[in-house]
């Protein structure tokens, strides 16, 4: 009777260790979002470096910095304390951004994990909508997320004169599995469409896809994913190598 319950517990803890999910800092993808958001009260900082290059050295690095915090156990809001980029050389401040995820399922207790996403931006030249629709499974070690994207935006000399305006649709997805507390190795895929200014046709679709590798450690967390693009199409980055790394509190 000993022996059955050791090895009864010897089972279950092994079960729980590989397939129960626990808190896990940061984020396992840097392009694709999950259905988790932070707990209540909890706050995360977080800073985003991508760097683009392209055909006749037209490379460039965008940088975001960002302050997560947990609302409510199903709502979370960020602020973009500020997106800006160097190209060419010169530094240029971007837009202050608003988000906000809601949880409808939680991944780690449905079948099926979901959230529904917004977030506004506001620059001296810009102003942005975008929404998105965010599913997630976890199968133990393996999480598998899907997004889908809708964006709009409006440019011009200033806020006052926003003459020019676009439209964006976006897929992305991806894969990571747990090899240790602190590795986690996948992948992620991203596909762009680019509308007429009717925001009706797409003019263009571009298709960008790579490896990614997340790093924890305790509080702290770095995650490092280099795209591709597969599609050629020219205007558009090549290569993107985006890193998110941060610290919870």
């Given at each position: 009777?000993?022996t059955?319950?050791?090895?009864?517990?010897?089972?279950?803890?092994?079960?729980?260790?590989?397939?129960?999910?626990?808190?896990?800092?940061?984020?396992?993808?840097?392009?694709?979002?999950?259905?988790?958001?932070?707990?209540?009260?909890?706050?995360?900082?977080?800073?985003?470096?991508?760097?683009?290059?392209?055909?006749?050295?037209?490379?460039?690095?965008?940088?975001?910095?960002?302050?997560?915090?947990?609302?409510?156990?199903?709502?979370q809001?960020?602020?973009?304390?500020?997106?800006?980029?160097?190209?060419?050389?010169?530094?240029?401040?971007?837009n202050?951004?608003?988000?906000?995820?809601?949880?409808?399922?939680?991944?780690?207790?449905?079948?099926?994990?979901?959230?529904?996403?917004?977030?506004?931006?506001?620059?001296?030249?810009?102003?942005?909508?975008?929404?998105?629709?965010?599913?997630?499974?976890n199968?133990?070690p393996?999480?598998?997320?899907?997004?889908?994207?809708l964006?709009?935006?409006?440019?011009?000399?200033?806020?006052?004169?926003?003459?020019?305006?676009?439209?964006?649709?976006?897929?992305?997805?991806?894969?990571?599995?747990?090899?240790?507390?602190n590795?986690?190795?996948?992948?992620?895929?991203?596909?762009?469409?680019?509308?007429?200014?009717?925001?009706?046709?797409?003019?263009?679709?571009?298709?960008?896809?790579?490896?990614n590798?997340?790093?924890?450690y305790?509080?702290?967390?770095?995650?490092?994913?280099?795209?591709?693009?597969?599609?050629g199409?020219?205007?558009?980055?090549?290569?993107?190598?985006?890193?998110?790394?941060?610290?919870?509190?």
């Open positions: 009777m000993q059955a319950s050791k090895l009864t517990a010897i089972v279950a803890t092994t079960f729980l260790t590989t397939f129960c999910e626990v808190a896990e800092a940061g984020r396992r993808f840097t392009y694709v979002y999950e259905a988790k958001v932070a707990e209540k009260g909890e706050i995360e900082l977080e800073n985003w470096v991508t760097w683009k290059a392209g055909p006749n050295d037209q490379n460039g690095f965008d940088f975001r910095h960002e302050i997560e915090y947990g609302v409510t156990d199903r709502f809001m960020a602020l973009y304390v500020a997106d800006w980029q160097i190209t060419d050389n010169a530094a240029r401040y971007q202050t951004g608003l988000e906000g995820i809601y949880q409808l399922t939680d991944p780690k207790k449905a079948f099926l994990g979901s959230a529904l996403y917004g977030e506004v931006k506001l620059g001296d030249q810009q102003f942005k909508l975008e929404t998105k629709g965010i599913v997630q499974k199968f133990g393996l999480v598998l997320a899907y997004n889908a994207t964006e709009a935006e409006w440019e011009g000399a200033n806020l006052q004169n926003l003459d020019e305006s676009y439209g964006k649709l976006e897929q992305s997805a991806g894969a990571s599995w747990k090899f240790s507390d590795i986690k190795i996948g992948g992620e895929f991203q596909q762009k469409f680019y509308l007429k200014e009717n925001w009706s046709v797409p003019t263009q679709s571009v298709v960008y896809a790579g490896p590798i997340a790093l924890e305790g509080r702290y967390f770095a995650t490092f994913t280099g795209m591709v693009q597969a599609t199409v020219s205007g558009q980055p090549d290569f993107q190598l985006r890193t998110i790394f941060g610290v919870e509190f």
